[in-house]
């Protein structure tokens, strides 16, 4: 890290609160689409299957008491992938060897 970035991250208490207050809600409070609409925490930490099954439950007991809201039958919550990508690499990259 070069000396610019390390004086303006001593000077920006405010930025680092911020930054961690950004953080912590887009680990453990937002759902991300692109995996099942679980949180990074419950996929990192192995708790998104039971979340699944907890989901699932749910919907079936809401299909249970009012069938008649689900015009196409009961629902199931969403698969939980078994990748996720930001960028997701093309073939070529994933078989090279990681450069630094």
């Known amino acids: 890290m070069d000396q610019w970035l390390r004086s303006r991250r ?11 207050q950004f953080f912590d809600c887009y680990h453990h ?6 995996i099942g ?3 990074p925490h ?3 930490h192995g708790l998104a299957e039971v979340v699944r099954e907890v989901r699932a ?11 008649e809201r689900f015009v196409h ?3 199931e919550p969403p698969r939980i992938p078994t990748h996720a990508w930001i960028n997701k690499p093309t073939e070529h990259q994933e078989h090279a ?3 630094r």
């Not at 001593?10 to 961690?20: Q, V």
């Not at 409070?29 to 692109?34: A, F, I, K, L």
């Not at 439950?57 to 069938?67: E, F, I, K």
């Open 57 to 67: 439950d749910t919907l079936a007991d809401a299909y249970r008491d009012h069938p």
């Open 10 to 20: 001593r000077r920006s208490p405010h930025a680092r609160e911020w930054g961690a």
């Open 73 to 75: 039958g009961p629902l």
């Open 42 to 44: 419950d996929m990192h």
């Open 37 to 39: 609409y679980h949180t």
């Open 97 to 99: 060897p990681a450069q």
């Open 29 to 34: 409070d937002h759902r991300h689409s692109g």
